[in-house]
T-cell receptor, first 113, second 115 residues
Framework: DAKTTQPTSMDCAEGRAANLPCNHSTISGNEYVYWYRQIHSQGPQYIIH???NNETNEMASLIITEDRKSSTLILPHATLRDTAVYYC??????????????FGKGTKLSVIP | DAGVIQSPRHEVTEMGQEVTLRCKPI?????LFWYRQTMMRGLELLIYFNNNVPIDDSGMPEDRFSAKMPNASFSTLKIQPSEPRDSAVYFC?????????????FGEGSWLTVV
């Protein structure tokens, strides 16, 4: 899997949009971008994933640049419950390495009242 | 669906004792994963199964660790003998590989302390 680079930590005011960046400059054409988060003392939670196009679900939006070398996870209205470590993961969609997730260090997002 | 179920949630044991962690994957999922999380090393994949068969155990730290999946609804991770450095949170996860972009779902973890 391609490596990803994320900021170590970020703050966001409650009610504002949280924009979490991720660089994956060595991503291959057959690799997805996944985002998970881990709230303290809980298991990692799936948020969203995408290949080329921007994606949106009930939790977040994922914006992938046209060259696919970076992406941004957007939490539109952050709440205190969004305080967590957010992991950006690049994962092949077929073949060896496509079955598991390889976690980096992630970004610690703190939502501030 | 009840999600991935792990037991015990917390365990404290003495060095040298055998530890058995248990996992029930989501019904219908054919992939099962065991991860370990520590402050120093983060989340690491230990082993994963497909249709109850171990596929990749390259992350298993040493012979003291073993994992089994006797059927589609149950898996165990065993540590014998346990050591203080095995203290960590152990996560079980499962997925249904339905082609492209499948999602892996995690349990709440088993917190192991070896004293």
């Amino acid at each position: 899997d391609a490596k990803t680079t994320q900021p170590t930590s970020m703050d966001c005011a409650e009610g504002r949009a949280a924009n979490l960046p991720c660089n994956h400059s060595t991503i291959s054409g057959n690799e997805y971008v996944y985002w998970y988060r881990q709230i303290h003392s809980q298991g990692p939670q799936y948020i969203i994933h995408g290949l080329k196009n921007n994606e949106t679900n009930e939790m977040a939006s994922l914006i992938i640049t046209e060259d696919r070398k970076s992406s941004t996870l957007i939490l539109p209205h952050a709440t205190l419950r969004d305080t967590a470590v957010y992991y950006c993961i690049v994962r092949a969609y077929s073949g060896a390495g496509s079955y598991q997730l390889t976690f980096g260090k992630g970004t610690k997002l703190s939502v501030i009242p | 669906d009840a999600g991935v179920i792990q037991s015990p949630r917390h365990e404290v044991t003495e060095m040298g004792q055998e530890v058995t962690l248990r996992c029930k994957p989501i019904s219908g999922h054919d992939y099962l994963f065991w991860y370990r999380q520590t402050m120093m090393r983060g989340l690491e994949l230990l082993i994963y199964f497909n249709n109850n068969v171990p596929i990749d155990d390259s992350g298993m730290p040493e012979d003291r660790f073993s994992a089994k999946m006797p059927n589609a609804s149950f898996s165990t991770l065993k540590i014998q003998p346990s050591e203080p450095r095995d203290s960590a949170v152990y996560f079980c996860a499962s997925s249904f590989f339905a082609g492209l972009g499948n999602t892996i779902y995690f349990g709440e973890g088993s917190w192991l302390t070896v004293v």
